[in-house]
Every structure is written in C-alpha cells, then in structure tokens.
C-alpha cells in the first residue's frame, strides 16, 4: 500500500512541470480567449458578459461582416491553391527522390532548403525579385521568352493573393516531399518488385500499388496545410503590410485577427471582437481536424481490416 | 533493350524536373547573397553577376552595424531558443517518462489532453496570452517568449519521446530497480538511451521557435528585447530602398537557419517524419 502511493508521487513529479506550462500557456488562454469572446466592453463595466452578441456583429454589421467574409473567402482560395499545387507536386518530387536516383539526397536537402527559412525573409526576397524597380523578374521572363508574364504581380488586386499562395508553395514544398518520401520508402521492396516482375509499368506501380498505401500520410498532409493555412499570418504581414494590400485582396484570417485584436493605424485594439475571430478561426481548424480524424482515419482503418 | 532505352530516359527525365526545381528553389536565396556584396549601380545594371574586385563593397553591412543592434538581435534569438529548448526536452522527456513507463488511470487521458496542443495552434490564444502577459509584467521580456515557445513545443516533444521511451526494454530498467535505484535514478539513466529522439525533438522544435515573428511582434516588440527575425521585418521596412542594406540584412538572416540546418538535417528529417507519422 506504501509502495504504491510512493510510485504515484513520482508520476506526479514527472507530470506536473510539463502539463502546468502547458496548461498555463497554451490551454488557459485559449479558454480565456474563448470566454472574452463571449464578453464585451460597457458603458459601466470594463467587461461584461454578452453571449454571442460580439460573433453575430461579425456576421451581420457591415463594417465586420464585410472584412471577415473577405479574408474566409481569400483563405480559403489560399488553401486551394496549397492542395492543387503544393501537395501534388510535393508527392511527384517524392515520388521521383523515391527511385533511388544518384543524388537523391542533395537534390533533397536543396528543394527543403526554402522551408527552413523564416517566412519574413522569404516574403522579402520575392517582393524583392518580383519588385519591377530591380527588374529580376522581367530580365528571367525575357530569358524565356515569357516577357507576356512581366506584371507587378503582388501589386495588382486580381493577382496579389495567388502570387503570395503560389511563394507559400515555394517556401513550404519541403514539407509534403519529406513526409510522402518517408511513406514511400517504407513500403517493401518485394510488394513493388513483384508488380515489376508482373510487368507493371511505373506509372501502374504507382498508382495501384505505392499511392494506395500511402494514403494515411495523404490524411496527414491535407490537414497540416489545412491548420498551417487558417492560422498563416506572417508571408502576407511581411511581404504586404498587416493591411494586406492591395485594397484588402491580400487579406486573410491570419491578418485580420492581427488588426482586429491588436489594432492598426486607425482601427483600435478590440480584444473581444479579436478573440471572436480567434474563436471562429479555432472552430475551422477543429472542423478540418476532426473530419480527418472521423471521416478520413476511419474510413482508412475500415479499409484496412 | 528498348526497355533499358526507355528507362535511361527515364533517369534522364527525373534528373531535369529535380534540377530544374531545385535551381527554381536556390535561385532567389543565392541572388540576394550575391547581390549583398556588389555596389549600388551594379546590383541594378547586372543583378546576376558575380562581384569582382571593382564592384566587390560591404556598404549594406556597414549601414546595418552603424542602425541596427543586429548583435543584440542575434543575442535576443539565440537566449531565447536555447532556453525554450532546453525547457521543453527538460520537462517533456520526464512527462514522457512517466506516460511511457507507468500504467495509471489518467495516463490516456493526460495523453490526449497534451494531444489538443498538436493540433490546435497556440497562437489562437494569443488575445488571452498577450492579457496574461500584462498582468504578470513579462510583456517586452525574452521570458514571455519563451515560456510561450516551451508551451507550444511541448505536446509534439511528449509525443514523439513517449514513443521512443516506450520501446526501451523493460529489464534494463528492472534490473536498476533491483539494485536500488529510485526512479528519478532510472529517469536518469534512460536519457542517453533516447538520444536521437532528443536530436529530433530540437530539430523539430528549432526553427519554428528562430523563425517565429508573431510573438515577438506581440509580447516583445521593444528594441532591447526584438529577436532577429523581427528585428530584419522593422530594419526591412525603414530601409526599403536602400538595396545594399536590405540585401545585408537578408544575407544576415539567412545564415543562421541555413547553418542549423545544415548541423541537423539528419535529426530534423528523422523528426518530421517521426512527429506526423506516428
């Protein structure tokens, strides 16, 4: 009986700095943000509890409704062009390094290379190339003869927002070649040998033998750029201003939950309608992750057994 | 042989699309170094020269030391970093050890608990971190940033040591107990043991801490207190069109994840593999 409680003492110790830092960090002020979301200022009271009333100003009054359907509907555009482009192509590099050819590693270790830099360098560096003051932008395009594709393309309103999606695809490609190339290689030789030996050409192989195992990292990477997307903030903060110019195209969650709860040039700080963008930006991400988990885990383990 | 044929093609076709791509992927980084050592007129009349004696000049870094206290930044970055990493393979290699070596009630339920931090980012809280901040005075400390920093790494760092501790075997750690040994001792002794998924936590944990800008521009935006990567976003902004400058600060950012990584490729592959697969 000792014994026992003795042991459980240690449990204890062992948990308690980990779980008191992160509970004190990370889970209370989560749930403090949640709590101001549902609370506002008034003409007495510094707060005061108001129930949903800060969520349906953000829906229904103009002047929020307006800048918050913008930057859902630009995040979501962001998102899209992260899925088409990134996670595909991503796995066609993976797919390639997954040959074995000579110089796998370094060609690797070169394409991975952007995602380890900080997303304000990388943000600065295109606006740099893309800036036609410096003119890199337009002397490469006339290297290739696509002088036709020499625009201020961060510049124009129709362009800015697929530009910076397109330089977060540069930037994080790294990421989904990695994971899918760890999926690659663990499949057994044998199960791509015999499908060889069958007479299955390499695009067979792929697609009925290595793409269906690798279906689970599929999972993982779709909701990674899922979370990463609706809470980016700094490509578009570094590169266009937390205005996320030009004339808001550039907007999206990330910024305008910045300007919301910290304020900018004009607009004052707003804690509580911030943390109602910050609580409406915490149900996506917990919708995303949650349809992985039910609908695209499940569905895979059904498959499985 | 029109088989072999078809397939040296093949290697041929995969050669160009990664050569391609990974000119495509250094390009940009290579032209700002480049760039940072010519002369004004240069970087603009031939930006993809090399520069040579006559173009050859260090006026961007001259600018940079003379402005900015890049040192300092770099200092900022550094405490901070190190400190959030040793925190978080501190406290979660022992929170690890007690999830991977005790069976009690609570354990999958502390394991799940520590699982909403993976997928939930910490920075939705930040209107709730940035009030706490406040009232406890760290606002404009290295301390809010890496108690923060400690925060966020540690359901990932938990998760990915659990694993690896878990397939520790049990009679090394039943014979210690035979000896006498308590069980902080055999704490202890299994650290070595998990050293590579050590590696791979602060690899993973690493960059995202050096990289960050949104805390250090909310909780610590005072100039003794700016990290190097907001120090560059501010230096960036007030200098724009000075080339020379902008494209020494750059340089001067680019250096320390590019040598990190470097260091620790091997961990950080390892780690981003072992953290989402599992």
New interface residues.
């Given amino acids: 009986m000792r014994k026992r409680r003795f042991?459980?003492v240690?449990?204890l110790?062992?948990?308690a700095?980990?779980?008191l830092?992160?509970t004190?960090?990370?889970?209370?002020?989560?749930?403090?943000?949640l709590w101001?979301s549902v609370n506002n200022k008034s003409a007495t009271a510094s707060q005061i509890f108001v129930g949903i009333q800060n969520y349906q100003t953000l829906f229904s009054q103009e002047q929020w409704s307006k800048p918050f359907w913008n930057a859902l509907r630009n995040n979501a555009v962001f998102f899209v062009i992260h899925m088409l482009v990134q996670n595909p192509v991503g796995l066609?590099?993976a797919a390639?390094?997954g040959?074995r050819?000579r110089?796998n590693s370094i060609?690797r270790?070169?394409?991975?290379?952007?995602t380890?830099?900080?997303?304000?360098?990388v943000g600065?560096?295109?606006k740099?190339?893309l800036n036609p003051a410096?003119?890199?932008s337009r002397?490469v395009l006339a290297t290739f003869g696509l002088s036709v594709l020499d625009h201020p393309w961060l510049g124009l309103e129709s362009s800015a927002l697929v530009t910076l999606s397109l330089i977060s695809v540069?930037q994080n490609i790294g990421?989904p070649m990695?994971?899918f190339l760890?999926?690659l290689i663990r499949i057994p030789e044998e199960l791509v040998e015999a499908a060889r030996v069958d007479g299955a050409g390499?695009w067979k192989i792929f697609w009925k033998i290595q793409f269906p195992l690798i279906l689970?990292?599929v999972g993982?990477v779709a909701v990674?750029t899922f979370?990463g997307n609706f809470?980016a903030?700094?490509l578009i903060?570094?590169t266009q201003g937390a205005l996320a110019g030009p004339n808001f195209a550039s907007d999206i969650l990330?910024t305008f939950?910045f300007r919301t709860?910290?304020g900018y040039q004009l607009q004052p700080a707003d804690?509580f309608m911030?943390?109602a963008v910050?609580g409406i930006?915490?149900l996506i991400?917990?919708t995303g992750?949650l349809i992985y988990l039910f609908g695209w885990q499940r569905r895979l383990q059904q498959i499985q057994f | 042989m029109a088989k072999s044929y078809s397939q040296i093609w093949r290697v041929i076709a995969t050669h160009a699309t990664l050569l391609a791509y990974s000119a495509f992927a250094l390009f940009p980084v290579l032209l700002i170094i480049l760039n940072s050592f010519k002369d004004r007129l240069t970087i603009f009349s031939s930006p993809f020269a090399l520069p040579d004696a006559e173009t050859f000049t260090l006026d961007g870094y001259q600018t940079l030391s003379s402005t900015a206290h890049f040192e300092l930044f770099f200092l900022n970055s550094f405490l901070v970093t190190a400190s959030s990493l040793a925190l978080i393979v501190v406290v979660s290699s022992m929170a690890a050890f007690a999830l991977a070596e005790y069976k009690f009630s609570l354990n999958f339920l502390t394991g799940l608990y520590l699982a909403i931090g993976i997928m939930v980012p910490i920075r939705l809280g930040t209107v709730g971190i940035l009030r706490m901040m406040v009232s406890l005075h760290l606002v404009n400390t290295l301390w809010s940033l890496i108690l923060i920093y400690t925060a966020q790494g540690i359901p990932l760092a938990v998760f990915v040591l659990t694993a690896f501790m878990r397939q520790l075997p049990r009679d090394l750690k039943d014979a210690a107990r035979i000896d006498g040994a308590s069980e902080y001792r055999i704490y202890w002794l299994t650290l070595p043991l998990v050293r590579p998924a050590i590696g791979s936590v602060l690899a993973i944990s690493m960059l995202p801490i050096w990289n960050d800008l949104w805390f250090p521009l909310i909780l610590a935006p005072g100039e003794s207190t700016k990290t190097l990567v907001l120090g560059a976003q501010a230096f960036l902004g007030e200098f724009v069109n000075d080339y020379n400058a902008v494209l020494a600060a750059l340089t001067l950012a680019i250096l320390p994840p590019v040598l990190l990584y470097f260091v620790f490729s091997r961990q950080l592959i390892r780690g981003i593999t072992a953290g989402a697969v599992k």
Avoid: C, K, Q
């Fill in positions: 042991v459980r240690h449990i110790v062992f948990l700095p980990a779980l830092i992160y004190a960090f990370m889970i209370y002020p989560l749930f403090d943000s101001l066609l590099f390639l390094l040959t050819i110089g060609y270790s070169i394409i991975f290379t952007p380890i830099l900080s997303v304000v360098i600065f560096v295109w740099l190339i410096w003119g890199i002397s540069w990421i990695m994971l760890a999926a390499v689970p990292t993982i990674l979370v809470n903030f700094e903060y570094a990330g939950f709860f910290f804690p911030g943390s910050a930006m915490l991400i917990l992750v």
